[in-house]
């Protein structure tokens, strides 16, 4: 059983910071990427940056050069440090992550977190 557990969320004001982080937990046989996508009630959930494994970080437009996404391989963890914070930037934040829980796992699976509140006052 995998499990993404995540943790950071909270209460800031304008132009400050937090930084959220997610664990992956379970029989993984490897991982293909982690990321962070975010949602907003009644709205679609965006995609904010991912990290494949190996490789570099992809952000979208909206974050770029505000948020930076990291890894910590031997804890399984990633993090996203997120500056220069909006109220736009109000949102549940989301990890997930493409997993291989074995040689099988041709193309690997996707999980997801339970999402964290991010909440950015004015």
């Known amino acids: 059983q995998v499990q993404l557990v995540e943790s950071g969320g909270g209460l800031v004001q304008a132009g400050g910071s937090l930084r959220l982080s997610c664990v992956a937990s379970g029989s993984i046989f490897s991982i293909n990427y982690m990321g962070w996508n975010r949602q907003v009630p009644g709205k679609q959930r965006e995609w904010v940056a991912d990290l494949p494994s190996g490789g570099s970080a992809n952000y979208a437009a909206s974050v770029k050069g505000r948020f930076t996404i990291s890894r910590d391989n031997a804890k399984n963890t990633i993090y996203l440090q997120m500056n220069s914070l909006e109220p736009e930037d109000t949102a549940v934040y989301y990890c997930?992550?493409?997993?291989?829980?074995?040689?099988?796992?041709?193309?690997?699976?996707?999980?997801w977190g339970q999402g964290t509140q991010v909440t950015v006052s004015s």
């Open positions: 997930n992550a493409n997993l291989r829980l074995g040689p099988s796992d041709y193309y690997g699976r996707n999980y």
